[in-house]
């Protein structure tokens, strides 16, 4: 059984919905760690609850991203782990060249928008705001750029006219629970290769 992680800074709630998978058998891996640059983040303590060692790495100076010996301490983290595969589950900060180089090909994100469109933070109501029909959720490879890496999946919500952004943030929250575990569960079986930007499964 393959070990994953998940890099969280605060709610955690697409964590929950990785380790009640793992629970129930939806995803067959070990969650080795959950790892938080929030010594306060609630997803510390949902890990603690279910039995999953919770480690805080103080994430240093920078407010968005880490300074490589910083980075590095989660590198090493994750390799004293032996960890397959890092899931980022609101990880706020942009991951440089360690993380990205020691897990080449082996990080992944959900981003609560249909990428290419609104990268970035407080996406919900960017896409509310600007009026668009649908938005949803993406799992995507991370690479060196935001939000920007190859897509491994994608689903569509609608846009309803008495939406609010809370209301539309908790329709997409519904649908990421249920991506990310599909999105997992393709990578660890290693079923799948990318032609340029496109992830295409194979059997």
Known sequence: MKNIAVLASGRGTNLQA???NI????????LACVISDKQDAQALE???KHGIEAVYIDPGPKKTWLIPEVEQRYVQALQDRQVDLVCLAGFMRILKKP???????RIINI????LPSFPGLDVQRKAFEYGV????CTVHFVDDTVDGGPIITQTAVPVLDDDTPDILAARILK????IYTEAINLVLSGKYKIDG????KIS
């Not at 029909?133 to 949803?136: I, N, P, T």
């Not at 649908?175 to 249920?178: A, G, L, N, S, V």
């Open 99 to 105: 993380l990205l180089t020691a897990f080449a090909g």
């Open 175 to 178: 649908e990421e629970h249920r």
């Open 197 to 200: 930007r496109r992830v295409i």
């Open 133 to 136: 029909k649908f938005s949803g």
């Open 18 to 20: 990785i380790i009640e």
């Open 111 to 114: 981003h609560p928008a249909l």
């Open 23 to 30: 629970e129930n058998g939806s995803i067959q891996a070990h």
């Open 46 to 48: 949902r890990a603690r």
